[in-house]
């Protein structure tokens, strides 16, 4: 007896030994498998390929674009309603399976050959997220094997709710929304908690066929097939026959609604960034998608740049606005036109227009460059050059003056008199320092000093935010980070971006600002002063009046404005409109930014090659420091400039446009609803 049983004894250890052998053989199998596998736990960042989300410099989401879930419920948000609606639509018993339900299965298979359709699918809710996310949507048995695998290690790494909270995340549910938050709001313009039963039902419902099921394709259809999960709801205990009936007698009461950030909420700018991408990432990266971009952009200044722009542009008018920092590039404010839906040509990056006498910037800086100081008398008179005859505005014409009045100004015959001193090459050479002339070449030709040439508001503005940053160019961008489909950092703008370089240098570049800040303080640029706070600038007007520019900065930011018309036709106005839009943006967005000073104005100790002898000094000029200060004389209170208003006459009122300046839509009644700010006789330096 005592024999027997110790050979029972013995077959019970092996009996044992073998059972745990085989389960440690399961163990370590299904473990080594996982590794093959990826990991679950990051499911929370997955994207969809295609699918492009911008954020603005705060984190707002700006767009979403392709197919991407534009709202996400979150595990301890999850309304009861909505859970038990899915559950009992797509898996009744996800609570007692390990992933893969076989008595669902078997049931499923039941009910739908008794009902004589497919009615009820077999793969559980975790075995739709593993397909989702991870597979393809073929019908094949390694893809099913696969989903089976991967079901396995759902719920493996993540509780049930998570799993559940995922799927309702990515779930397509027909008419452009992907997930319960989408789908809620689509249909019904509701959040998750909101939805009634009915709703919740619907919803529910559509999975199986989406784009057959949806209520605002085929109501009927979605009213049967909410009908089916109502049924289910009640034979898995969620409801009761009576809740059951009222739900089934409520009508559909849709209110549909666009699929939140489906529309940019500055499109000119998003636009702009799709272009950019190519410029950082991999063609690879991009057939992916699944990206994420943290961009530059300012949501606040951006609406305001729209309003300014909507202001000034009046009618069929047209304007654009770039507004960057100068030592890094980021553009914070983009507006390219004032309805994008109507037109998404995009004015501020790709639209070649005439830059007027924006343009001269580039010869005083290469006469600055060259050793001319800008106390050096020029002469404006009358005059041609190899048959090219420029004039002044009004035909008015100051004679011998100090450079920087010449530009304080807006003076043509100087500017073209210093481009034929100084040669083209040279201004040219200037010009493509600074990121000019790389879209279209620049030419051996005088009016190239005056703007004949046409450039990109974004270029110029670019240019200038550069002499802004003591000469050190920066290429414009809208990029802080690019993020790819499991959050992984692409692209960043510290560790990849362009590195600034020096395009001038430092002492010529802040001689330069400070003769940008004569135009404004007393010059054509005086629109655009801002109460207790420098500003240097340039308007620029075409021929004709086409184009009205102003690009102007403070030392923490550089903004460009352009206004006219798509068919260049004449404006009837000046670019005093432009430096009305340019304070119209600027003023109201500097109230939070700390008043800065530009740098002090450097002692050149430089002499143009040129001359036998020192700069021309008026009678009386003293060596002082080596250079001296010219009382700037004010301008003849008769005369105008295509970039100047005359004075306004004492007694004027000042709470309207100034005289001179005709609304550019020429009726009356189509004046801009912001009067520009008032005007004042340009003070003595």
Same mark, same amino acid.
């Given at each position: 007896m005592n024999q027997r049983r110790r050979q029972l004894v013995r077959s019970g250890l092996l009996a044992a030994a073998i059972g745990s052998g085989v389960a440690l053989g399961q163990a370590a199998l299904v473990s080594g498998f996982d590794l093959l596998l990826p990991d679950a736990r990051g499911i929370s960042a997955f994207n969809r390929p295609g699918t492009l989300t911008i954020l603005s410099a705060d984190g707002q989401v700006v767009q979403k674009i392709g197919p991407a879930t534009r709202e996400k419920l979150t595990v301890e948000a999850m309304p009861a309603l909505v859970e038990q609606a899915f559950i009992a639509a797509e898996d009744r018993r996800y609570y007692q399976h390990d992933g893969i339900d076989l008595v669902g299965i078997g049931r499923a298979l039941v009910r739908n050959i008794t009902r004589h359709s497919v009615e009820e699918g077999a793969s559980t809710i975790t075995q739709q997220l593993a397909r989702t996310v991870y597979l393809s949507q073929d019908r094949t048995i390694l893809r099913k094997f696969a989903e089976i695998a991967l079901a396995g290690k759902l719920e493996r790494q993540l509780s049930k709710k998570q799993i559940l909270t995922e799927y309702l995340n990515v779930v397509y549910l027909g008419s452009s929304a992907y997930g319960v938050a989408d789908a809620a709001w689509i249909y019904f313009s509701k959040t998750p908690n909101q939805l009634t039963l009915p709703e919740a039902a619907l919803i529910a419902g559509l999975p199986p066929a989406p784009s057959v099921y949806s209520p605002l394709v085929t109501p009927h259809l979605a009213l049967e097939r909410?009908?089916?999960?109502? %049924?289910? =709801? $009640? *034979? !898995?205990g969620f409801i009761s026959a009576d809740q059951q009936a009222e739900a089934n007698a409520t009508p559909l009461q849709l209110k549909p609604a666009e699929p939140k950030y489906f529309q940019s909420r500055a499109p000119y700018f998003t636009s702009w960034v799709q272009q950019q991408l190519s410029t950082v990432l991999t063609k690879e990266q991009l057939e992916v998608g699944g990206l994420t971009v943290k961009s530059s952009l300012n949501l606040a200044w951006q609406e305001q740049a729209q309003k300014a722009i909507d202001t000034y542009a009046p009618g069929e008018m047209e304007g654009a606005l770039v507004a960057m920092e100068p030592g890094t590039g980021l #553009?914070? !404010?983009m507006v390219g036109g004032k309805d994008f839906a109507k037109s998404q040509f995009n004015r501020a990056a790709d639209a070649l227009r005439s830059p007027g006498s924006t343009f001269k910037l580039f010869v005083y800086l290469t006469a600055l460059k *060259?050793? =001319? %100081?800008?106390? %050096?008398? #020029?002469?404006? +008179?009358? %005059? &041609? @050059? !190899?048959?090219? &005859?420029?004039?002044?505005?009004g035909d008015r014409y100051m004679g011998s003056i100090p450079m920087v009045v010449a530009i304080q100004n807006s003076l043509n015959i100087v500017a073209? /008199?210093?481009? $034929?001193?100084? /040669? @083209?090459?040279?201004v040219? *050479? +200037?010009?493509k320092s600074l990121g000019i002339g790389t879209v279209r070449e620049l030419g051996h030709y005088y009016p190239l000093a005056i703007g004949a040439y046409e450039q990109t508001l974004l270029e110029m503005t670019t240019a200038y935010a550069a002499i802004n940053n003591s000469g050190i160019f920066v290429k414009a961008t809208p990029f802080e980070e690019v993020l790819g489909p499991n959050g992984e950092l692409l692209w960043s703008r510290r560790v990849d971006g362009e590195r600034g370089r020096r395009a001038v240098d430092g002492d010529i570049a802040n001689t330069m600002l400070w003769m940008l800040q004569q135009v404004v303080k007393g010059g054509t640029g005086a629109g655009a002063a801002l109460p207790n706070r420098p500003v240097a600038?340039? +308007? /620029? +007007?075409? *021929?004709g009046g086409r184009d009205l520019w102003f690009i102007g900065s403070i030392p923490q930011l550089t903004t460009g404005v352009w206004l006219g018309y798509d068919s260049n036709q004449t404006t009837g106005n000046t670019s005093v409109v432009a430096t009305y839009a340019w304070r119209a943006f600027m003023e109201p967005i500097t109230k939070n930014l700390p008043v800065r000073q530009f740098p002090q104005r450097p002692v050149l100790q430089t002499s143009y090659a040129g001359d036998r002898k020192n700069v021309r000094k008026p009678p009386g000029a003293g060596a002082g420091n080596g250079y001296w200060a010219p009382t700037l004389p004010a301008p003849d209170p008769t005369a105008t400039s295509p970039d100047r208003l005359a004075p306004i006459p004492e007694g004027t009122p000042t709470n309207g446009p100034p005289p001179g300046v005709s609304s550019p839509a020429a009726p009356a009644a189509a004046t801009p609803n912001m009067p520009p700010p008032p005007v004042a006789a340009p003070p003595t330096p």
């Amino acid at each position: 007896m005592n024999q027997r049983r110790r050979q029972l004894v013995r077959s019970g250890l092996l009996a044992a030994a073998i059972g745990s052998g085989v389960a440690l053989g399961q163990a370590a199998l299904v473990s080594g498998f996982d590794l093959l596998l990826p990991d679950a736990r990051g499911i929370s960042a997955f994207n969809r390929p295609g699918t492009l989300t911008i954020l603005s410099a705060d984190g707002q989401v700006v767009q979403k674009i392709g197919p991407a879930t534009r709202e996400k419920l979150t595990v301890e948000a999850m309304p009861a309603l909505v859970e038990q609606a899915f559950i009992a639509a797509e898996d009744r018993r996800y609570y007692q399976h390990d992933g893969i339900d076989l008595v669902g299965i078997g049931r499923a298979l039941v009910r739908n050959i008794t009902r004589h359709s497919v009615e009820e699918g077999a793969s559980t809710i975790t075995q739709q997220l593993a397909r989702t996310v991870y597979l393809s949507q073929d019908r094949t048995i390694l893809r099913k094997f696969a989903e089976i695998a991967l079901a396995g290690k759902l719920e493996r790494q993540l509780s049930k709710k998570q799993i559940l909270t995922e799927y309702l995340n990515v779930v397509y549910l027909g008419s452009s929304a992907y997930g319960v938050a989408d789908a809620a709001w689509i249909y019904f313009s509701k959040t998750p908690n909101q939805l009634t039963l009915p709703e919740a039902a619907l919803i529910a419902g559509l999975p199986p066929a989406p784009s057959v099921y949806s209520p605002l394709v085929t109501p009927h259809l979605a009213l049967e097939r909410r009908a089916i999960v109502l %049924r289910r =709801m $009640q *034979e !898995a205990g969620f409801i009761s026959a009576d809740q059951q009936a009222e739900a089934n007698a409520t009508p559909l009461q849709l209110k549909p609604a666009e699929p939140k950030y489906f529309q940019s909420r500055a499109p000119y700018f998003t636009s702009w960034v799709q272009q950019q991408l190519s410029t950082v990432l991999t063609k690879e990266q991009l057939e992916v998608g699944g990206l994420t971009v943290k961009s530059s952009l300012n949501l606040a200044w951006q609406e305001q740049a729209q309003k300014a722009i909507d202001t000034y542009a009046p009618g069929e008018m047209e304007g654009a606005l770039v507004a960057m920092e100068p030592g890094t590039g980021l #553009v914070r !404010a983009m507006v390219g036109g004032k309805d994008f839906a109507k037109s998404q040509f995009n004015r501020a990056a790709d639209a070649l227009r005439s830059p007027g006498s924006t343009f001269k910037l580039f010869v005083y800086l290469t006469a600055l460059k *060259e050793g =001319m %100081r800008p106390e %050096r008398i #020029v002469v404006d +008179t009358p %005059r &041609c @050059f !190899a048959g090219y &005859c420029p004039r002044n505005f009004g035909d008015r014409y100051m004679g011998s003056i100090p450079m920087v009045v010449a530009i304080q100004n807006s003076l043509n015959i100087v500017a073209v /008199g210093l481009l $034929q001193q100084l /040669g @083209f090459d040279k201004v040219i *050479e +200037t010009a493509k320092s600074l990121g000019i002339g790389t879209v279209r070449e620049l030419g051996h030709y005088y009016p190239l000093a005056i703007g004949a040439y046409e450039q990109t508001l974004l270029e110029m503005t670019t240019a200038y935010a550069a002499i802004n940053n003591s000469g050190i160019f920066v290429k414009a961008t809208p990029f802080e980070e690019v993020l790819g489909p499991n959050g992984e950092l692409l692209w960043s703008r510290r560790v990849d971006g362009e590195r600034g370089r020096r395009a001038v240098d430092g002492d010529i570049a802040n001689t330069m600002l400070w003769m940008l800040q004569q135009v404004v303080k007393g010059g054509t640029g005086a629109g655009a002063a801002l109460p207790n706070r420098p500003v240097a600038g340039k +308007t /620029g +007007t075409s *021929e004709g009046g086409r184009d009205l520019w102003f690009i102007g900065s403070i030392p923490q930011l550089t903004t460009g404005v352009w206004l006219g018309y798509d068919s260049n036709q004449t404006t009837g106005n000046t670019s005093v409109v432009a430096t009305y839009a340019w304070r119209a943006f600027m003023e109201p967005i500097t109230k939070n930014l700390p008043v800065r000073q530009f740098p002090q104005r450097p002692v050149l100790q430089t002499s143009y090659a040129g001359d036998r002898k020192n700069v021309r000094k008026p009678p009386g000029a003293g060596a002082g420091n080596g250079y001296w200060a010219p009382t700037l004389p004010a301008p003849d209170p008769t005369a105008t400039s295509p970039d100047r208003l005359a004075p306004i006459p004492e007694g004027t009122p000042t709470n309207g446009p100034p005289p001179g300046v005709s609304s550019p839509a020429a009726p009356a009644a189509a004046t801009p609803n912001m009067p520009p700010p008032p005007v004042a006789a340009p003070p003595t330096p």
